[in-house]
């Protein structure tokens, strides 16, 4: 992909996706550059006039927001918000995270209602184009003012403080400006506050999640299938006729997915001798279609949300106003990342259940799925693995989102909580992806002892490329290892396509 261009034009998830996947270079547009500088210039004149009184350009922050600040003093005020609010703490934020943070936050000030500088926005641009991310940590926001504290440690770096991860290195930002021949920026009124106030750490967190989840769904609906044969299964369960009757886009399009999965199946085509399937196997289309549509809820929250001006106060320069309001709050982010939590849980909920059936020496299938059980233990316990992290994203998806608690001296008396929502759901998808690599490596020993029996074309497909990376298992070995590599063959997206 060419340079991408930071416009005030919307920004879609393939857009993020193709931007991220390809390592393109960012560039602030003409057009964004303009209205960015315009804005600043309006408010550097209305600064001029000293009867206006503005919040957080020439008062306190806060309750705080009473103290009058010398003109004098104003820039300073900027410098010590960032400094003062750099109070992070607990594991250090995911590098992809980050990555994300800092092009939400250069998209959100580029559309001229934040008053910043131009040199400011170019210097986040020259932080991302050498991918020198800013060290941030994950506790700290309680997702109303904007994130401030994880937002102040991404902007640390700005005026030559902090911690920058370089060349794969956890660096003082000092050693880097050095090395780059960089000075800081020095920040002009209101930039500090156009910094930390905002969305950026809860909306990474929702746009990475949005796009994983949308990945995972299309990879649960695919080993499901393949489960499906392998548990030898009835079809008619995913006939048109029955989802046309009630009819959720989710639960369409899943159902739709799975009959295309195992079109050509012999063993989907044989014979069945019960009547009936678990639920785990009967209700893929109800129980993954209903992910779905949550997925795309949340997909149409975050689109707005990554496409919106979220610091405070905003400036309108065309209005001739100054606005203190509350577009930093997290609430609409808080309800969405919980909802997708509980949606993407479910999946790996039921997939383990899948699993389960599947080692328990049902319709034909050994004990654990291993020729000599009891002397082998087979695949006995990747399924508490499972089990353990299914009932971890049960205690995960205790929503973040209806707790509150005053800030700030009363002044900040209702928050979202939503940077909890944020940091918890990245927990729930990596759990996600280990229940759904061990039904994977399930599915694929279970469909081994229908053989000579195959499935579809796709499936085969699918299973010649995992055997490549897990061998079929006579007799105990080391499970760790080949669960590690089931897990990257479901995360390396090239092997479902």
Known sequence: MRN??????????????????????????????KKVARCRTYLNEKMADGNAVIYGINTGFGSLHNHTINKQDREKLQTNLVISHACGMGNTVPLPIVRLMLLLKIQGLS???????????????????????????????????????????????????????????????????????????????????????????????????????????????????????????????????????????????VSAAVRKLLRGSQLTGRA??????????????????????????????????????TDNPTIFPDEDKIISAGNFHGQPLAFSLDFLAIAIAELASISERRTYKLISGQRGLPDFLVANPGLNSGFMIPQYTAASMVSQNKQLCTPASVDTIDSSNGQEDHVSMGANSAVKIFS??????????????????????????????????????????VAFLYEDRLLHNDMQRALAFVNDSTNWE
């Not at 991408?4 to 550059?33: N, P, W, Y």
């Not at 196997?281 to 109800?286: A, K, L, T």
């Not at 992806?433 to 074309?457: C, D, G, N």
């Open 4 to 33: 991408h261009k930071i416009s005030t034009k919307d920004l879609t998830f393939e857009t993020l996706r193709q931007v991220l996947d390809s390592g393109a270079k960012l560039e602030l547009s003409r057009e964004a550059a």
């Open 111 to 253: 559309y001229g209602h934040s008053g910043v500088q131009v040199e400011t926005i170019q210097r986040l641009i020259d932080f991302y184009n050498h991918d020198m991310l800013p060290v941030v940590f994950e506790q700290g926001s309680l997702g109303a003012s904007g994130d401030l504290a994880p937002l102040a440690h991404l902007s640390l770096p700005l005026i030559g403080l902090g911690e920058l991860w370089y060349k794969g290195k956890r660096t003082s930002t000092t050693e880097v400006y050095k090395k780059m021949k960089w000075k800081p920026v020095r920040l002009r009124s209101k930039e500090g506050l156009a910094l930390l106030n905002g969305t950026q750490f809860m909306s990474a967190y929702g746009a990475w999640s949005v796009m994983r989840a949308t990945q995972l769904l299309a990879q649960a609906n695919t080993i499901a299938a393949l489960s499906l044969d392998a548990y030898d299964g009835r079809p008619e369960p995913f006939d048109e006729a029955v989802h046309k009757v009630r009819p959720h886009k989710g639960q369409l399009h």
């Open 272 to 309: 069945k001798k019960h009547v009936q399937d678990p639920y785990s196997f009967r209700c893929i289309p109800q129980v993954h279609g209903a992910s779905y549509d949550a997925i795309n809820y949340v997909a149409s929250v975050f689109h707005t949300e990554i496409n919106s001006v």
């Open 428 to 469: 729930v998808m990596r759990n996600v992806e280990s229940v759904l690599a061990i039904e994977l490596m399930t599915a694929a020993q279970a469909l081994e002892f229908r053989r000579p029996v195959r499935t579809s074309k796709p499936l085969e497909k699918l299973l010649a490329s995992f055997r490549k990376q």
